[in-house]
């Protein structure tokens, strides 16, 4: 697989989480196509899971160039292991489509962008349907900030909570608002003409209003031994409230680390995921 062509863009809409008087970075990963199919060449854009990189999504990544896609993947700002771990990167998830959005507008600045799909893996998932329409629930994540719904045990950052806890208490009741009225708001692009969830994440804190309003091709996989993003609580609400969403499990003895980490129990999961995103996207924007 060639390597990505890689540059930090920055948004001066937003604020670095680490320097506040800095735009924040949006990291770009570009791959050009081995063969294009089309001219221009379409493109998928990819969201990592949390913690993760868009650097280190070979395997959705590499089978896409080989079909003739053009593919752009991002860090997202406080949430990737190359720059490091903020509490708001883990928190504030709203603001990973936005990310995309950034990345799609300054390439659609330097070339005539060809047709658009997204696809993420886990919360990256979460991000790939937020551009195609789904939205968070404020009441979720109102009970969230107010501590009556736990947020998920993360490897990558254990004092999460009580990160949270401390940036609630010392947020004023304005800062609040403000931040919630964002996190409810919708984040659809209408360039992502269709979208591939890989065991996505956080299905119950999206409104299935949203997700009923959702027109573009969604498709799901998951693993049915992830106890980490269980089907029932995260996946299950795509595909149950999406009309236009299809899936199905990859495997009972797929486990969520199994499409990242080494030494996965279904080596060939996330070959044939893959290979399946290729035919999808085939399908809707070839």
């Not at 993947?73 to 928190?91: M, P, R, S, W």
């Not at 004092?159 to 304005?174: F, I, N, P």
Request: hydrophobic share 40%.
């Amino acid at each position: 697989m060639e390597q990505p062509y890689i540059r930090v863009l920055y948004d001066t809409s937003r604020r670095d989480l680490r320097e506040p008087d800095r735009p924040r970075p949006v990291r770009l990963y570009l791959w050009e196509p081995r063969r294009p199919v089309a001219v221009p060449a379409p493109l998928v854009v990819v969201s990592h899971g949390t913690g993760g990189s868009g650097g280190d999504m070979e395997w959705l990544v590499g089978p896409l160039t080989e079909a003739g896609f053009r593919v752009a993947a991002v860090d997202h700002h406080g949430n990737n292991f190359v720059d490091g771990y903020e509490a708001e990167g883990f928190c504030f998830i709203w603001e990973r489509p936005r990310d995309i959005s950034f990345a799609l507008d300054a390439l659609a600045g330097e070339q005539p962008l060809g047709s658009v799909g997204a696809a993420g893996f886990s919360l990256g998932g979460y991000t790939a349907a937020a551009l195609a329409g789904a939205r968070l629930d404020p009441q979720v994540l109102q009970a969230v900030v107010a501590g009556h719904v736990p947020l998920p045990t993360v490897p990558e950052f254990p004092g999460l909570q009580e990160e949270l806890r401390k940036m609630v208490s010392e947020a004023s009741q304005d800062e609040l608002h403000a931040v919630m009225s964002v996190a409810g708001a919708d984040m659809s692009d209408p360039r992502v003409r269709a979208v591939f969830q890989v065991a996505p994440s956080d299905g119950m804190s999206v409104t299935p209003e949203s997700l009923r309003a959702v027109r573009v091709p969604v498709e799901i996989r998951w693993g049915g031994a992830d106890t980490i993003m269980p089907f029932d609580a995260h996946a299950k609400p795509y595909l149950k409230h999406i009309p236009t969403a299809g899936g199905c499990s990859v495997g009972p003895d797929v486990r969520h680390e199994g499409f990242i980490g080494p030494d996965p129990a279904d080596p060939t999961a996330r070959v044939r995921v893959g290979e399946e995103a290729v035919a999808f996207f085939l399908r809707h924007l070839g």
